[in-house]
């Protein structure tokens, strides 16, 4: 394999494999247990509402590296009807949106025995030019900024009312814009985590905002958060594209500190 085609380093919660010369398979994944419509789950929400969040973070790790997804995973601890079918309407209304459908899901369920709280895990193999992965793209002197707050449990769904958090349209419209060195979204880590991945894969250090207005190690759930480097000089501009918290986190600088 030439030089020019060689992967990144890569310190982000996706597998990346080689199948060509020149394409990558991106493999990102999620799951979730003791949240769904069960009686003994801990959080009680609707099978679709767990299955639209929990396929949203996969795509968005595969997605955030400049891959596209084509077939989604998922293995469901629960039985076909009613629970199963529903957590897979939510999929679907998730993955509709990056021009997926039905066809690009295997599904597995559980036929043998009836479970009493909610299990799920999902995966995402996206595809790539090996060459166009947007890992490692943060530059020094970019500024680090959040999309969205931090949210866990019964918070995103009532963050999700108010338009605080992040999702999938948010991600495509920031991998659109020029001044947008590189994205990476937010889970159960923190936003501190992210930002030493951040600097780690761009072989920079970072300094944070001495004046924080978010909790940085506060979980961010099923990817609440989105993390960008930016051009410093562009943040009005990226501000004026969102109707949804945008914070200044930290800036990279030339060095290590991870």
């Known amino acids: 394999m030439k030089s020019s085609n060689r992967l990144p380093p890569n310190f982000r919660d996706i597998l990346l494999r080689p ?3 020149s394409k990558v398979l991106v493999v990102g994944c999620d799951s979730s247990g003791a949240i769904g419509p069960k009686r003994g789950d801990i959080i009680k929400v609707e099978g679709r509402i767990l299955g639209k969040f929990t396929v949203r973070t996969a795509l968005m790790e595969v997605m955030a590296v400049g ?8 293995g469901l601890g629960v039985e076909p009807k009613p629970t199963g079918e529903s957590i ?6 998730e993955i ?5 459908d039905r066809s690009s899901v295997v599904v597995s369920t559980e036929k043998n025995f009836d479970t009493i709280q909610t ?5 995402v193999i996206g595809i790539a030019d090996i060459k166009k992965l ?15 707050i931090p949210s866990v449990g019964i ?11 992040a999702d999938l349209e948010d991600l495509m419209k920031l991998l659109s814009f020029d001044f947008v060195n590189s994205v990476i979204p937010v889970g159960s ?14 072989n920079t250090s970072f300094r944070l905002n001495p004046n924080l207005k978010v909790d940085v190690k506060k979980s961010a759930g099923p990817s609440t958060v989105i993390l960008a480097a930016i051009n410093r000089n562009r943040l009005n501009e990226l501000k004026s594209n969102f109707n949804k918290p945008v914070n200044k986190i930290a800036y990279l600088e030339k060095g290590q500190n991870y």
């Open 134 to 148: 947007r890992i490692g793209k943060a530059k020094d002197g970019d500024l680090i900024v959040s999309l969205g």
């Open 96 to 100: 509709r949106k990056v021009e997926l």
């Open 19 to 21: 199948v060509t010369r």
């Open 67 to 74: 891959a596209k997804p084509i077939i989604v995973t998922c």
């Open 119 to 123: 299990g799920i895990g999902v995966a």
């Open 88 to 93: 897979i309407e939510g999929i679907l209304s």
């Open 155 to 165: 918070e995103v769904l009532e963050n999700e009312r108010e338009g605080l958090i």
């Open 189 to 202: 880590r923190g936003i501190l985590h992210e930002v030493n991945v951040l600097a780690k894969e761009s």
